[in-house]
């Protein structure tokens, strides 16, 4: 059985695809590089079990034989390739969701959407739970993605229940961890890349903004256990443990400062984003009760693993690799 995992070059994909690899699983990675890279997917170069195509979903998919699941995550994630390229967002959301689900019925393979904690938009509950409707800004530098993802939910709902589509739905919360591109845009790597210069973090808005950070590696135990399960309804993969920005900032600078000597800058605040979410917290009891999953690296641990790890890739930069297939 292959398993597909589209966007698996990516950084939560190729934390997916080393977790299936220790699995023996056969995992063929399909990815446009736009913001996902070769470096990423290099470690499994030599494994027979691993095949690359470099291909965009939005396009007609290659023969790919035997595919009995595919895990669909190809889609950018930051808000900064939100405000570049919103229209070829919104096409990879839908016409790339539609040909892995067209793909999939044809071949009679269970599809596990990478959903997103956005499509909540700012939230007006506290908790965010799957049977809320969200409170989502159709017109905005957001939308592109917010909407995106949840078109992407519809379209799987209705391969379900026009063509009985084996689907899941993961409503993934803000992951951090190795792997992620350290001029991404997003929280995390932003907060290391300034600390490790030392420069001020920039933070949009006065620093009061929540987040629930999530490891990498729960991520992905989260996705697979998904996968794994009958279930065939949205559930969030997410930590509970809440965070103001500001304290995930200083955690940083602390974590930074210990392991460089370089000295904490105090942070700079900037203009809050538009329709950036005010609280983020989601309720997992759906992801424990149905998957037996729930996610334990704590924030100061995980911070501390991904530190060392932009840490020693300066120490060690990249060659570029070549392609193996
Ligand atoms: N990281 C998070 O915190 C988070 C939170 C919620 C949802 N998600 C979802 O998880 C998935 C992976 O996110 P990530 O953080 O790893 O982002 P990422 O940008 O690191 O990875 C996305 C990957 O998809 C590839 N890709 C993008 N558009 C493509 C296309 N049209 N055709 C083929 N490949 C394409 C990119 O090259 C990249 O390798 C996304 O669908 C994202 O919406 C991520």
Request: some cysteine; hydrophobic content about 40%; charged content about 20%.
């Amino acid at each position: 059985m292959t398993i597909l995992v589209t966007g698996g070059a990516g950084f939560i994909g190729c934390n997916l695809v080393r977790l299936l690899l220790t699995r023996g699983q056969e995992v063929v990675v399909l990815d446009s590089l736009w913001t996902g890279s070769l470096e990423n997917i290099r470690p499994f170069k030599e494994n027979l079990n691993f095949r690359y195509i470099i291909g965009d979903v939005r396009d007609a998919l290659p023969q790919i034989d035997n595919v009995k699941e595919i895990f669909h995550l190809a889609c950018p994630a930051s808000p900064d390739d939100f405000e570049k390229n919103p229209i070829e967002i919104l096409e990879t959301c839908f016409v790339g969701t539609k040909n892995i689900l067209d793909f999939a019925a044809k071949h009679g393979a269970k599809v596990l959407l990478a959903s997103t904690s956005e499509i909540y938009g700012d939230p007006q509950v506290a908790v965010q739970s799957e049977s809320y409707f969200g409170n989502v800004n159709s017109f905005g530098p957001r939308s592109c993605y917010d909407e995106g993802k949840r078109v992407a939910e519809a379209l799987a709902y209705s391969y379900r229940s026009k063509h009985g589509l084996d689907i899941r739905i993961a409503r993934i919360f803000n992951a951090y961890g190795p792997w992620m591109r350290i001029n991404d845009g997003r929280a995390v790597p932003n907060f290391i890349a300034a600390a490790m210069e030392g420069q001020p973090i920039k933070i949009y808005g006065d620093g009061s903004a929540t987040r629930s950070f999530q490891f990498v590696t729960d991520c992905v135990l989260g996705l697979t256990a998904l996968m794994d399960s009958n279930y065939s309804s949205p559930v969030n993969i997410g930590s509970d443990h809440e965070v103001p920005v500001s304290d995930i900032a200083q955690t940083i600078l602390k974590t930074v400062a210990t392991k460089t000597g370089k000295p904490i800058v105090p942070v700079c605040l900037l203009e809050k984003r538009q329709d950036d979410p005010v609280r983020r917290k989601p309720d997992i009891t759906t992801a424990e009760r149905e998957l037996g999953w729930t996610p334990n690296v704590p924030l100061e641990q995980g911070i501390t693993s991904t530190v060392d790890w932009f840490l020693e890739r300066r120490e060690n930069a990249p060659q570029v690799m070549n392609p193996v297939a």
